[in-house]
């Protein structure tokens, strides 16, 4: 499923092109925001077959030009060579999905973009091989709990090499562990599903249904969760002057270093209890002002921090958390997240 699909697109009276205008009118009052808003609004142009609107929704975001230098240059990158491909442009985004795969981006987005493309103009052998990459750099078959945001690889790569028949595999076995459907992943990606829809046997015809039933509550569940479950953290600057011009507010923050511990500790429990799509967002005093005044509310009252990082999520500020392997920690020590609040004993 392509993340940026606005979850409206499933109700045929939208007028795409009309939000895509008015996400662009938006994106250039708030440029801090212009990646996330413009990346929809191409999602929306995409949907009313204006793909050449579409991409150059991309390309003013890849521009060296551009206001702010994109924080996902290869997402987009992605998603111009997915859209390129479907209005004649093969050789163009063949070789974007070239640099892409050889970029080996670290964020799954990239990857599942570039696999489903490939997959969906019959590239199969191609499409297995770009999930499989995937899977090798971001998801070790050892792991019990992939991130959240490797779901989609996992399952993509499931389904390719269910089309292509291919013997299941460590990385199917785990898709099959963490998929959350009613229905098994092996059902799912039945090949021979298409066929089952022009049975008169009603066992069969049920039985699909059923199945159709199960991948829609799968594509329900994702779209409820549009974006992580998010934690705020202050960098000590920024932690510094909050509690020197709200000096109520060292209730909650006794200590940096403390701050940085109950993060840490509350997204642990968190994953234990099951919360999945977890996320870390960056906070700033004036941005944190600017959100208080939007809500008529003092930055003083505490109730105001979770809402404020949930408009941070909202806004795609969030970092997934954990790191991934071998990247450095969320906190910005600079040291690996192994290391640092990573560690067994953090």
């Given amino acids: 499923m392509r993340p940026e ?55 003013r975001l890849l521009s060296p030009t551009a206001p702010h230098p994109p924080s996902a240059p290869l997402l987009i990158r992605a998603l111009k060579a997915s859209n390129l491909w479907e209005y004649g442009h093969e050789a163009e985004a063949r070789a974007i999905i070239d640099g892409v795969r050889t970029a080996s981006p670290r964020d799954p987005a990239p990857w599942v973009i570039v696999a489903e493309s490939l997959e969906a103009h019959d590239e199969l052998e191609q499409a297995q091989a770009t999930f499989t990459e995937a899977a090798a750099l971001l998801v070790p078959v050892t792991t019990t709990d992939p991130p959240y945001a490797t779901h989609p690889l996992l399952f993509g790569r499931h389904r390719v090499r269910r089309l292509l028949g291919a013997e299941h595999d460590e990385w ?47 594509y329900r569940e994702a779209l409820s969760r549009p974006f992580p479950v998010a934690i705020l953290h202050w960098p000590s600057s920024e932690l510094t002057e909050l509690l020197t011009a709200y000096p109520s507010l060292t209730s909650e923050y006794p200590s940096h270093e403390a701050h940085l511990s109950t993060i840490e500790s509350s997204l642990r429990e968190l994953s234990t209890s099951g919360t999945p799509n977890l996320g870390i967002v960056t906070g700033t005093v004036p941005s944190y002002e600017a959100f208080a005044a939007s809500e008529a509310t003092s930055p003083e009252d505490p109730s105001l921090l979770p809402q404020y990082a949930t408009t941070l999520a909202a806004r795609g500020r969030a970092v997934s958390w954990p790191p991934e392997r071998g990247g450095d920690c969320w906190c910005g020590s600079g040291r690996g997240y192994g290391e640092c609040h990573g560690a067994p004993s953090a």
């Fill in 5 to 59: 699909k606005p979850a409206a697109a499933d109700h045929v009276d939208v007028d795409h092109i009309a939000e895509a205008a008015r996400l662009e009118r938006t994106a250039d009052l708030y440029p801090e925001d212009a990646e996330q808003l413009l990346i929809q609004a191409a999602a929306h142009l995409e949907l009313a077959g204006d793909r050449d609107r579409a991409t150059t929704l991309y390309d």
């Fill in 172 to 218: 199917d076995a785990l898709a099959d562990r963490v998929s959350t459907a009613s229905v098994s992943l092996d059902e799912l990606h039945d090949p021979k599903r298409v066929w089952s829809l022009g049975s008169e046997n009603p066992a069969e015809l049920r039985a699909e249904i059923a199945r159709i039933q199960a991948e829609l509550g799968s």
